[in-house]
């Protein structure tokens, strides 16, 4: 069974370009959770998911930001006209019940 | 991958008692942090301690770091009902990058009123 999956692991995009990052949660895993690291930070959480449905986004900005997990393929995070404010990493994590994680490795996004 | 090892990997506890959670790790870190999951939400960040730092205090948390034995603990004091959930360590390795963050398994801890 892979792991959590994310790609791109690492993503530039100049202001005002969209950024779209993905998530492949394990097999049989129907919750996602995304979070932001900033540099020597701890993660902040955005956004919980299960398939189909935003569970809590009280972490998400409320502009520009958006995510979904379709019933088919991947999560995706998106990030719409980018700023350099959004330079962080991006991590997702997938389980298949509450109170169980499973991290991926991360996307490294830099904005230019 | 996940290189943090929280143990035990369960803990239950009398209310008003002192709960212990240890992490363990591999690589060489630039800093290590707790999590705390309630039921259904998200992480939540508790505390991160540098790698040249000994032992950190907040509220009613204190997190030892010793790099030597790549170990940390947190210990959660005069614990209440409400600190029932799952705590993760996660350790930033040096070098940064997306593959700086790698957390472990959790311990779940169960207070009993």
């Not at chain 1, 996602?32 to 902040?44: A, C, I, S």
Request: aromatic fraction near 8%; include cysteine; charge should be positive.
């Amino acid at each position: 069974n892979a792991g959590v999956m994310q790609n791109p692991r690492h993503l530039v995009r100049r202001r005002g370009q969209e950024a779209r990052l993905r998530c492949s949660p394990m097999k049989g895993h129907s919750h996602v959770y995304w979070y932001r690291q900033l540099p020597e930070e701890g993660l902040k959480f955005m956004v919980y998911l299960q398939k189909e449905n935003i569970i809590d986004e009280s972490g998400m900005p409320k502009e520009r930001f958006s995510a979904e997990f379709p019933k088919e393929g991947p999560s995706i995070l998106r990030i719409q006209q980018v700023v350099r404010g959004d330079s962080a990493a991006y991590f997702c994590a997938s389980s298949p019940r509450p109170n169980e994680q499973y991290f991926g490795p991360g996307t490294r996004l830099t904005v230019t | 991958s996940q290189q943090g090892e929280e143990d035990p990997q369960a803990l239950s506890i009398q209310e008003g008692e002192n709960a212990t959670m240890n992490c363990s790790y591999k690589t060489s870190i630039n800093n290590l942090q707790w999590y705390r999951q309630n039921s259904g939400r998200g992480l939540v960040h508790l505390i991160l301690i540098r790698s040249n730092e000994r032992e950190k205090h907040s509220g009613r948390l204190r997190v030892t770091l010793d790099t030597s034995k790549k170990s940390s603990s947190l210990l959660i004091t005069a614990s209440r009902a409400a600190d029932t959930a799952s705590y993760f360590c996660a350790t930033d390795a040096e070098g940064g990058g997306a593959d700086g963050l790698t957390f472990g398994k959790g311990t779940h801890l169960i207070i009993q009123p």
